[in-house]
């Protein structure tokens, strides 16, 4: 009785280039993100179950460049949580991270220029600040809205 119009034109021998779900910015990204990798993608959320271990390094160290979200997350206490781009606002690298505790500041190892966790101060050699993404924690997930 209630048949996408795909699939009863299949049926008679015709196709038609649609398909019958409606899609759109709410589907979950499975290409690296479904549950079994700990997280899942909905438009531009991203919901991380942060016991699951992927983000061991995340609760062990208070940090993790999060390189399959283009994410740099860390962790302030047992229930705050701040994300921030990975990408260096210097020049756009993206995989040589690290984080000094003691400075509260994120490093590039491009050129050496740090950054601090503020989401406002600017970096070293008077790059932009890092951009943060609203983060909230609840029930062991991590959501984090990219924009």
Known sequence: MNVCPSVAMAFMGVS??????????DEVDNGGGSNN??????????????????????NSNGWMNFSA???????IDSSTYRAFTNSCPHQGVTTKWSYNSSQDKFKCGEHN????TDCTTKGTAGSSP?????????????TVTKS
């Open 16 to 25: 038609l280039l649609e398909s019958c779900s409606s899609g759109g910015e």
């Open 130 to 142: 890092l951009k943060c993404f609203t983060s909230s924690f609840s029930g062991g997930k991590l």
């Open 69 to 75: 979200q283009k994410m740099l997350l860390l962790k």
């Open 37 to 58: 990798q700990g997280y899942t993608v909905s438009g531009n959320t991203v919901v991380i179950t942060l016991s699951h271990s992927t983000f061991s390094t995340l």
């Open 113 to 116: 220029n740090s950054f601090p």
